[in-house]
């Protein structure tokens, strides 16, 4: 099966690889991974676009969020305004179906009957974060931003749990480290427009904390960065994952 949102993070990568090195073929590949993710839209629910194209059951903020991600990052790079129109309509629908009012942190998904899956994710919230901070760098909206906000502070008390560490207490992300780092994306974003180090400050300690009390004797990192939960099998994500986080941190310093 092929799923819309595996795509969508290819095609962002590949957006960052021209942005860096100025090689068109990835900007080219990125605008035919965008045309194949947008082939998933449709008008059932009233938009959005589909999680797997062979299972048409559900569309997902991880199919959604990161294709108005995708849509700003084409639009900056292009200039085509069509790339911006779609950005702020994905948004929209997104925010509008799959949003909890009640905390501004965002549900998995909408079956094609309209139930919501109400499971919470860090990527989820993080991906929109990072959205509507783009949104509002080139539409001047307030309000995108203040939605930013909003989700950062909900997300940030939603996720964070405090776990004992040999010197007290810390709270930590939850035991996701690829979904967290993509929420330290939109965590990221936002500071460089609001400056408010609040939300930064908890992932950059908890990243700190991984790296000097929580690799074994390879060096590798597990899921859980406060350490009490042991795990025997290291995977390739949740390391990788981490070079880049680091990676994002030291352009902040």
């Given at each position: 099966d092929r799923y819309y949102d595996d795509n969508d993070w290819v095609?962002?990568?590949f957006c960052d690889y021209y942005e860096r090195t100025g090689d068109k073929e990835y900007l080219e590949k990125?605008?035919?991974?965008?045309?194949?993710?947008?082939?998933?839209w449709s008008e059932e629910l009233g938009g959005g676009i589909y999680?797997?194209?062979?299972?048409?059951?559900?569309?997902?903020?991880?199919?959604?969020?990161?294709?108005?991600?995708?849509?700003m990052k084409l639009f900056k790079l292009t200039k085509d305004?069509?790339?911006?129109?779609?950005?702020?309509k994905t948004y929209q629908w997104t925010r509008d179906n799959l949003c909890d009012p009640s905390d501004f942190v965002y549900w998995d998904n909408k079956n094609l009957q309209g139930k919501v899956d109400p499971a919470k994710y860090t990527y989820n919230?993080?991906?929109?974060?990072?959205?509507?901070?783009?949104?509002?760098?080139?539409?001047?909206?307030k309000h995108y931003l203040k939605e930013a906000q909003q989700t950062?502070?909900?997300?940030?008390?939603?996720?964070?749990?405090?776990?004992?560490?040999?010197?007290?207490?810390?709270?930590?992300?939850?035991?996701?480290?690829?979904?967290?780092?993509?929420?330290?994306?939109?965590l990221k974003a936002l500071y460089l427009v609001d400056r408010n180090e609040a939300y930064i400050k908890t992932m950059i300690e908890n990243a700190d904390y991984?790296?000097?009390?929580?690799?074994?004797?390879?060096?590798?990192?597990s899921n859980d960065w406060s350490g009490n939960r042991k795990e025997q099998f290291k995977s390739l994500l949740e390391n990788a994952c981490m070079i880049e986080l680091f990676a994002e941190i030291s352009e902040l310093q």
């Open positions: 095609a962002i990568d990125a605008i035919q991974l965008h045309d194949y993710i947008y082939s998933g999680w797997c194209e062979q299972k048409k059951e559900s569309k997902n903020t991880c199919s959604n969020a990161p294709a108005t991600v995708l849509c305004a069509k790339y911006l129109e779609q950005a702020k919230s993080g991906q929109m974060i990072q959205a509507g901070v783009l949104l509002y760098q080139v539409t001047g909206e950062a502070e909900g997300a940030c008390r939603f996720f964070l749990k405090v776990q004992p560490i040999a010197t007290g207490e810390m709270k930590f992300f939850p035991g996701t480290p690829w979904f967290n780092v993509i929420l330290f994306r939109g991984a790296w000097n009390y929580t690799r074994d004797e390879n060096g590798l990192f």
